[in-house]
């Protein structure tokens, strides 16, 4: 009798092992097919326009999938950060709020370490001597990257190759708001515009470094609406230049024959 009753416990045990075993798996399984463990970000509970200040009662909580929450999304750990600051761009009751909506600066200037954003830092590069376009952007703009490189052997070609894609501007020489400069407030000429502050995360921050060893950088200006990526851009070289030249010419060749409505006979001399 006592051997049976041993083994009724044991059974009971393992039985009861198996089932918890069995509702933590099933438990596990449902959460990776809805989308992971949740998330909670912060959404607006009414439609906001661009210029109006983020409160308090304008935002709530949401809990959304791991695998469905945007890298732009702003979490509800960061609220105490965007609170206080404008919208950038109009924002519909019930979407959930992005960095991408913000000003990234109230009127008054703000250090530039409370702009950086959590996992980001903030690298400055320096435009060249000629280069008048960061005269031109603005704190909380987004730009794309493009590195032209030095040659690696003496006999080689110039490299262009788009570094980085839709990145948040931090600061332009010392303004860090988003309010545009009075008349005269800033010059292209100004040393202290010549310098551009961009928010990176440390990989992007490498190759940023490494770019600027071997070459120099340039930024091209996006539409504030404009967030798309493309994807499998090649790298250019010098000849590609060569090559499109004449491309253009071999066309204009072309469109002028269709204009006279007969050949072009070319005649050497």
């Known amino acids: 009798m006592q051997a049976n009753r041993i083994a009724l416990l044991v059974a009971s045990v393992v039985a009861a092992v198996g089932a918890l075993l069995l509702v933590l798996y099933l438990r596990r399984f449902e959460e990776e097919a809805s989308g992971g463990a949740p998330v ?26 791991v695998a469905y929450v945007e890298s732009r999304a702003v979490r509800e750990s960061d609220r105490a950060k965007v609170v206080g600051l404008r919208i950038a761009t109009p924002v519909q009751a019930n979407q959930s709020l992005f960095w991408t909506d913000l000003a990234i600066a109230t009127d008054d200037r703000r250090d530039l370490s409370s702009l950086v954003q959590p996992g980001m830092r903030a690298v400055t590069i320096r435009a060249a ?22 040659p690696v052997t003496p006999n080689g070609e110039k490299t262009s190759v788009v570094l980085l894609q839709n990145v948040l501007v931090l600061a332009v020489g010392l303004e860090t708001g988003t309010e545009v400069p009075t008349a005269g407030a800033r010059t292209a000429g100004d040393s202290r515009q010549q310098v551009m502050s961009l928010s990176l995360n440390l990989q992007e921050a490498q190759l940023v470094s490494l770019a600027l060893d071997r070459g120099r950088l340039t930024v091209a200006l996006r539409n504030p609406g404009d967030l798309r990526v493309t994807e499998g851009m090649n790298d250019l070289t010098s000849s590609a230049l060569v090559e499109s030249t004449s491309r253009k010419a071999i066309q204009g060749i072309r469109q002028s024959a269709a204009a006279a409505d007969g050949p072009i006979r070319l005649e050497a001399r």
């Open 129 to 150: 001597n000629d280069d008048k376009s960061f005269a031109l952007i603005r704190p909380g703009d987004r730009v794309d990257v493009v590195a032209t490189l030095a």
């Open 40 to 65: 909670k970000v912060l959404m607006a509970v009414k439609a906001l326009e661009p210029g109006q200040l983020l409160t308090e009662d304008s935002v709530a909580v949401r809990a959304i999938p």
